[in-house]
Structures are given as structure tokens and as C-alpha cells.
């Protein structure tokens, strides 16, 4: 049919534009901390575009039907606003029977949306832990510079001089806080340091000569002190410098099904499996919010749609943090995309209804 190709063509291409222009933005502020991050030597330069691109399925699950909702709210508004609309009322073609003929094109949106909840995000976080395990976030004497203190977890460091290598370095103050409680902090000051590097071991290693080593037990006076020529000190990396942990986010998702009994996957599988259905509440919601007069243009309906259509987004999420505190069961998901769907429904009838509202109010 000539108006459902129409259409589909209208929606397609703004939507398409609409989520490049989300996605720019998105990835444009995560590149930016990630390019800060790259700045103080804790991340390698060369893989910001790899992390990148790992991590776009998973913003894509948020952009895409926000995206495919604005194109909807655009195209039908333009409808209306260019008298489009009402030609095709005209004859005798409603809003509700153009949306019928979107509905193939949804069904595609709603597989890539399913396509990317349940295989293409899991797989991009995944790929995004190991890439930042391996070779990303560096911690230890892979920090240090010049005549600077810097501190990385429980470790502060100074060096007077580095070399080009990052091998050697002079004039060494070393400070470990203790991660117990009634163990003593460790401060070492030593002339020179010698990196020492072993296969397969991430941990940071120093072979320090001519320095002191102290104990000192915080809050009281009390502390040791011992002098060496030669002092072997290893650093383990530091868990608190890695990217935040997403263990059960990157898990396949059949392996969430056979672990579907704890709340937290069930959170997370239930958001993988309801999320592709808002694809098509945003098709029930626009059709019923973007009716607006030629006058108005289609941007005054645009607003309030989209905090509507936001709040269903939000309101998902609520429910998966609920879940995952077992305040919720997995049924809270098809609820809430129920409601939507049944007041999106209701809004599409007001035309109707209105009229047979005012009779009786009348009476």
C-alpha cells in the first residue's frame, strides 16, 4: 500500500536520525571521562574507541525506543500540521487504522531492541570487562610522575625522577593505609626503584635500594622502623580503580534463566525480556498523543509526550532496583507496560468519548 510505504519510510528515516543524534550525545559524554581518565595514564589511549564500541548495544536498549517514539511524535505531528491528516480522515482513513499499518515496522524495531537486550548488550559488557582487565585500568607505579603525589586506593606515591622508560625512579616516598583495622599503616622512603616485570602477573613490582621502612599504628605513638639496602615491593591492583563491576549485567542469558531464583538475575532477566515491549507502547502513545491543530505545530505535544514516554522508561527501572530487593516480583514488569498500554488506549478515545462525557454531565 502506497500510504503504509509512505510512512514507514517518514518514520524510519527521522527515527534513525533522531537515535544517531542520542547516540552522539550519549557516547560524546562518555568519551569525554574516558579521554579523562586516558589523561591521568590510568587507561590506555588506544583502546577508548574499542571500549566504545562495546559499550553502544547497551546504550542503544534506552536510545532506540526513545528514538523510535520521537520519530513517531514527529512524523504524525507534521501529519497533522500540513493538513496531511485530514485528508486521509477524509477518506476514511483514521489515525488508529495508520497505526494498524505500522505495525510490521514495529515488529522489526521490537526484534532489534529484543536483538540487542538479550545477546548484543550482554556480549558488548562482557567484551568491555575483559578489554579493561587486561590492559586498561592501570594502577600502582603505572600512575606516578615527576615530583607528584599521587594515590591510587590505599597506596600514595612520590618520585623525584622517572625515567623514560618508566623503570627507574629516584627519591621514592611510598604511603600504604591499612585495610584492617588495628594493623599499621606502611610508609617507605628509599633512594632509587627498579620496576620488575614478570609474565601473566598485572600486579606492580619494585625492587627499591638504600631507604628506610616504617610502621606506624594511626591514632597512637606507638611504630617500628627498620633500614635496607635492598627491598622487593609488589602492588597489587587495586579493585577500587576498575570500571564499576556489571558481573550479572554481562551474563549470557540463558545463564540467567538457570539462576532465575535469585532476585537480582531476575531483575535482570525480566528487564531483558519487557524492555523490547516498550517499542510497542511508543506506537500506542503516539498515536494518542500527537494529534495537534495546524495551528499549534507539532512540536507543542512533543514535550509532554516525551516526559510520559520517559516515565515508563524510569518506571521500569524502579522496578528492576524493586525487584532485586525482592520488594517486587517479575510480574511488576508486564504490569507496568499494561497501564501504559491501557492509558495510551484511552487517551486515542478521548475523541469519542468526550462527546458521550459531556451528555451525561449534561443530563
Request: net charge positive; glycine share 6%.
Amino acid at each position: 500500500m502506497i500510504i503504509r510505504r509512505y510512512l514507514v519510510k517518514q518514520v524510519v528515516s527521522t527515527s534513525l536520525v533522531v537515535i544517531a543524534l542520542l547516540t552522539l550525545i550519549m557516547m560524546g559524554g562518555r568519551l569525554i571521562k574516558y579521554f579523562g581518565v586516558a589523561a591521568q595514564g590510568r587507561l590506555d589511549a588506544s583502546i577508548l574507541f574499542s571500549i566504545i564500541g562495546y559499550r553502544l548495544p547497551e546504550f542503544l536498549t534506552l536510545i532506540l525506543p526513545l528514538g523510535f517514539f520521537i520519530g513517531l511524535m514527529l512524523v504524525f505531528g507534521r501529519l497533522y500540521v500540513d493538513h496531511e491528516m485530514a485528508v486521509l480522515n477524509g477518506s476514511g482513513m483514521s489515525r488508529n487504522r495508520l497505526a494498524r499499518l505500522l505495525v510490521p515496522m514495529t515488529v522489526v524495531f521490537l526484534a532489534v531492541q529484543a536483538a540487542l537486550t538479550l545477546w548484543m548488550a550482554p556480549w558488548g559488557i562482557r567484551q568491555f570487562e575483559q578489554l579493561t582487565s587486561t590492559q586498561a585500568v592501570r594502577t600502582g607505579f603505572d600512575l606516578v610522575r615527576p615530583k607528584e603525589f599521587i594515590s591510587s586506593g590505599q597506596y600514595t606515591i612520590y618520585a623525584g625522577s622517572l625515567s623514560e622508560d618508566r623503570k627507574n625512579l629516584k627519591d621514592i616516598f611510598f604511603y600504604q593505609r591499612a585495610t584492617q583495622e588495628g594493623k599499621p599503616d606502611v610508609m617507605i622512603l628509599a633512594q632509587e626503584a627498579t620496576r620488575v616485570e614478570f609474565a601473566n602477573d598485572n600486579a606492580s613490582v619494585v625492587d627499591l635500594t638504600a631507604g628506610r621502612r616504617y610502621e606506624i599504628y594511626p591514632d597512637t605513638a606507638k611504630y617500628s622502623q627498620a633500614e635496607f639496602e635492598n627491598y622487593r615491593l609488589r602492588l597489587e591492583t587495586d579493585k577500587e580503580a576498575k570500571f564499576e563491576s556489571t558481573e550479572v549485567e554481562a551474563l549470557k542469558t540463558t545463564e540467567l534463566w538457570k539462576n532465575r531464583q535469585d532476585p537480582v538475575v531476575a531483575s535482570e532477566l525480566g528487564w531483558r525480556v519487557f524492555v523490547p515491549f516498550a517499542i510497542v507502547i511508543a506506537l500506542i502513545l503516539a498515536t494518542a498523543l500527537s494529534e495537534v491543530s495546524p495551528r499549534q505545530g507539532r512540536y507543542l505535544k512533543l514535550f509532554p509526550a516525551l516526559l510520559i514516554f520517559a516515565s515508563l522508561i524510569v518506571a521500569l527501572m524502579a522496578v528492576k532496583t524493586r525487584i532485586s530487593k525482592e520488594e517486587m516480583g517479575i510480574w511488576a514488569y508486564p504490569l507496568v507496560l499494561f497501564i501504559y498500554a491501557a492509558a495510551g488506549m484511552l487517551f486515542s478515545r478521548k475523541q469519542s468519548l468526550a462527546p458521550k462525557l459531556r451528555k451525561k454531565l449534561a443530563k
